[in-house]
């Protein structure tokens, strides 16, 4: 369904606001409200609705209610005072009052909507019955890109700290990406979270796409399984890329700061409040704008569980394939941002120093992620091009 009122433009497919035809950055959670007032715009909907839809009923506080009630305002030019869009009624809930026009998606209201690039989101079965979401976008040589910590294929594909890239890839190859076991699409409730099960749903996508050879795109967490799969398939790699990455997981190269986020983590992942998300956010953005962060604490909350963001730490924190990198047969660029608050700098030098062949690229910037702001970005997208052209 597209919703069209005044001048902007709701695409509940695409998970897109429009202004005057210009994407409006909305966090997920404020997104889905806005979507749930829409649809039921015919009555006053109360706190418990919008708490059972938007929150799966999870216990939500007033003042925070309000907060997502409020950004729903801002990203339409609303306001508590003037109420253009949504209305408030005193202690029975809220409406939207704006005049509406529901248009089911025919094919030109789609192609009117629609960006350049589009997504598919299909699932595949790993070997001991886990179902894996991955999706398809672009055209072009193929490039698998593994998944780290944390993903959501919907909401990547829209979030100011990845889209960028992920919309440039996509803009050159036929990306494949994938939720991890334990997070965003894929299964939550599963028996196996360890380092190997990530191997095994690497493994699975790419089977599922029945890609016979292609290049390999690991990111963090995701660099390790990457190696692993290109050791083992070696016929399959054309390329390797290695971005942000480590051989040594946390718990091995520094044990008492991976206590220290385990304890984070357990205390404070699934309150409301986001102070102990924040300092993740602060590790990974130190230089990002507050509606990147915003959108990055939000974001860890919505794709994975407490429980499973300890079982995914842990897991990733015991690794340790250091011995591997000699087997590295295929060929492989390496790239680390210099002051790397997440994974220092000298686990990437660590990585392509033990890999045959490697090429090392230094990335000025602090964030683990370089963002589309930072001169380091074209960097990063020009070395990468150059080497899979090869």
């Known amino acids: 369904m597209l919703f ?15 202004a005057h035809g210009a994407i409006v950055p909305v966090e ?3 997104f889905d409200l806005l979507v749930y007032l829409i649809e039921n715009r015919d009555r006053v909907v109360s706190k418990d609705d919008l708490i059972a839809a938007v929150w799966g009923g999870r216990i939500v506080s007033d003042s925070t209610l309000d907060s997502r009630i409020n950004a729903v305002r801002k990203a339409l030019g609303d306001s508590g005072g003037r109420q253009r869009f949504v209305r408030t009624i005193a202690r029975k809930g809220h409406r939207f009052v704006g005049e509406v026009d529901a248009t089911p998606k025919t094919d030109g209201a789609a192609a009117a909507s629609r960006p350049t690039l589009n997504q598919e989101v299909h699932f595949c079965t790993a070997s001991d019955g886990v179902r894996i979401a991955y999706a398809l976008a672009g055209q072009g040589p193929p490039l ?27 803009s050159r190859y036929q990306l494949i990406r994938y939720d991890e076991r334990g997070n965003g699409l894929s299964d939550w409730d599963v028996a196996d ?9 690497l493994e699975s996508v790419v ?3 029945k890609l016979k050879r292609f290049a390999l795109l690991g990111i963090s967490q995701g660099c390790a ?7 083992r398939h070696p016929e399959r790699v054309s390329h390797l890329v290695l971005y942000g990455g480590f051989a040594r997981g946390r718990t091995r190269r520094d044990p008492d700061h991976s206590k220290t986020l385990l ?3 357990e205390q404070g992942w699934g309150k409301e409040n986001p102070a102990f998300r924040q300092f993740f956010t602060s590790l990974f953005f130190p230089d990002g704008t507050p509606e990147q962060m915003q959108w990055f604490n939000d974001l860890q909350q919505m794709t994975t569980s407490t429980e499973n963001a300890l079982r995914i730490m842990r897991a990733t924190g015991e690794l340790d394939i250091s011995d591997l990198l000699p087997q590295v047969k295929v060929p492989t660029l390496v790239l680390h941002c210099r002051n790397d608050a997440a994974v220092m700098f000298d686990e990437g030098r660590r990585l392509a120093a033990g890999i045959p062949g490697a090429k090392f690229v230094t990335l000025e910037s602090r964030n683990h992620l370089v963002l589309e702001s930072e001169p380091a970005w074209e960097k990063f997208s020009s070395e990468m091009t150059a080497f899979l052209a090869t």
């Open 4 to 18: 069209s009122f005044e001048n902007f433009a709701l695409d509940c497919e695409r998970r897109e606001l429009r």
């Open 28 to 30: 997920p959670q404020v």
């Open 144 to 170: 698998v890109k593994a998944a780290n910590w944390l993903n959501h294929l919907e909401y990547d594909w829209q979030s100011p700290i990845w889209s960028h890239l992920l919309h440039e890839l996509a």
């Open 193 to 201: 979270i360890s380092f190997e099960a990530f191997v095994r749903d």
């Open 207 to 209: 089977e599922a796409t």
């Open 225 to 231: 399984v990457s190696i692993v799969y290109a050791i």
């Open 263 to 265: 304890s984070i983590v």
